[in-house]
């Protein structure tokens, strides 16, 4: 039962434009999103959250957008550099229980 | 700069061993870590709550027996892969909770530690 999906396993974008990655999830007890951006062989980087009572999260290049009616959320980086490349995970939490459901991730390339 | 730190990055052993993961807040005091795991191409799945001065909490389908977790301080939590066998090759991550203004907690994350056995 994957509770979070990221159903885009790449996406690859020009330098300079937006990439938008997505994020849905099943549970609706889920109140605090985060998402987070992996290099291969170390840990995830924290990169922005969001709390349900906000609909949108901005962070310099960073943000993410929240729909609770659809259960959905995107993260916008723009523009896009190519040091975004990199596996980024949602990741949803019920607040005070701390612990992350991740969703499977998206390969992001930014082509020059 | 680095807020969570795992040693050792990575380790080769024979099947059968036992592996011991070291997972240290710094600057920070964390009741509470959390184990991940992460097989190649696929997401992290929580593997188990670490609690200082308690016992840790498994994750369905998580032997106990075989990931002994103890939370010996509050900056310190270890991982323990006992009798190791190949299919426990895997990368293993560690993360602590900081409270942000908002009361919510963010998780940071470690480097993570390569597990491989032979």
């Known amino acids: 039962d994957q509770q979070v999906k990221q159903n885009s396993p790449s996406l690859s974008v020009q330098e300079g434009r937006i990439s938008i990655l997505n994020c849905d999830y099943t549970?609706?007890?889920?109140?605090?999103f985060l998402w987070y951006k992996k290099y291969p062989a170390e840990g995830p980087t924290f990169l922005i959250s969001?709390?349900?009572?906000?609909d949108k999260n901005e962070d310099g290049r960073f943000t993410v957008f929240l729909n609770k009616s659809a259960k959905h959320l995107s993260l916008h980086i723009v523009p896009s550099q190519p040091g975004d490349s990199a596996v980024y995970f949602c990741?949803?939490?019920?607040?005070?229980?701390?612990?992350?459901?991740f969703g499977q991730g998206t390969r992001l390339t930014i082509n020059p | 700069g680095a807020v969570v730190s795992q040693h050792p990055s990575w380790v080769i052993c024979k099947s059968g061993t036992s592996v011991k993961i070291e997972c240290r807040s710094l600057?920070?005091?964390?009741?509470?870590m959390f184990w991940y795991r992460q097989f190649p191409k696929q997401s992290l799945m929580l593997m188990a709550t670490?609690?200082?001065?308690?016992?840790?909490?498994?994750e369905q389908g998580v032997e106990k027996d075989k990931f002994l977790i103890n939370h010996a301080s509050l900056t310190l939590s270890t991982l323990t892969v006992t009798s190791a066998h190949p299919e426990d090759s895997s990368f293993y991550i560690c993360?602590?909770?900081?409270?942000?203004?908002?009361?919510?907690?963010?998780?940071?994350f470690g480097p993570g530690t390569r597990l491989t056995v032979l």
């Open positions: 993360s602590a909770p900081i409270r942000g203004r908002g009361f919510e907690d963010t998780q940071y």
């Open positions: 549970n609706s007890m889920f109140d605090y």
């Open positions: 969001i709390s349900s009572i906000k």
């Open positions: 600057d920070f005091q964390a009741t509470t």
């Open positions: 990741a949803a939490a019920i607040q005070g229980a701390q612990k992350l459901v």
């Open positions: 670490s609690n200082e001065g308690s016992k840790a909490t498994y």
